[in-house]
């Protein structure tokens, strides 16, 4: 269900989520009109979100809270969670590794990898190794999702070896275009082109 739903609407939904599980033991059904009030959006928007996780809710009664919370958790896949790994242990990488709000989201990192390291150091309670423990660490670990935050030389080459690594999904943080197969499901982040936004609205105000 969530490969139909449109990136924005995604983003959306741990915000239900979490109004939906703060009120439920109170609301046994509730309407999109009182969520959108209660979250600050619009109905229409609401209603269309909703209904690409859950179909319409009842005429007079809204949804089931319940069911409506079973059917976001479903969705976000919160009740599944996937591993994943980050390659490049810099500033960005360490950064995301220590940052535990992942989870709601159904993706825990578990470990770092960096090829300037050679022994393996502790941060927290995860691990940042060298890039020699790579392969093994996937394929024991059943890890299907890596994240890239090396500088934009070695970003292919990272790629490459996630592939072979048994990785399906990967999060791109270098500024580069990664080649992979159609199989591999692949997501860029542009920081430079999201600062350059933020600058635009600014200097547009």
């Known amino acids: 269900m969530a490969t139909q739903i449109m990136k924005a609407t995604l983003g ?4 239900y989520l979490k ?11 509730i309407s999109a009109t009182t969520i959108s009030k209660a979250l600050e959006l619009g109905e229409v928007q609401v209603r269309k979100d909703l209904s690409a996780v859950s179909g319409k809710g009842k005429p007079k009664v809204g949804y089931n809270t319940k069911e409506l919370i079973s059917m ?14 980050i390659v490049g242990a810099g500033r960005l990488g360490r950064a995301l ?9 159904g993706l825990q990192i578990v470990a770092a990898f960096d090829s300037q390291i050679e022994k ?26 890596g994240i890239i935050t090396v500088p934009k030389f070695a970003a292919q080459e990272v790629c490459d070896k996630m592939l072979q690594s048994g990785i399906e999904a990967i999060w791109n943080f270098a500024p580069t275009a990664l080649i992979v197969p159609n199989h591999i499901v692949l997501q860029q982040e542009n920081l430079a082109l999201s600062l350059a936004y933020l600058n635009y609205q600014l200097n547009n105000k």
């Open 97 to 105: 590794l220590n940052y535990s709000g992942f989870e709601k989201y």
């Open 72 to 85: 976001l958790e479903e969705t976000l896949g919160v009740d599944k969670i996937n591993s994943a790994v």
């Open 120 to 145: 393996e150091e502790s941060v927290g309670d995860k691990k940042i190794m060298p890039m020699s423990k790579f392969k093994e660490f996937c394929l024991l670990n059943n890890i299907r999702l």
């Open 12 to 15: 959306r939904l741990p915000r």
């Open 19 to 29: 109004y939906l599980k703060s009120i439920e033991d109170e609301m046994p059904t």
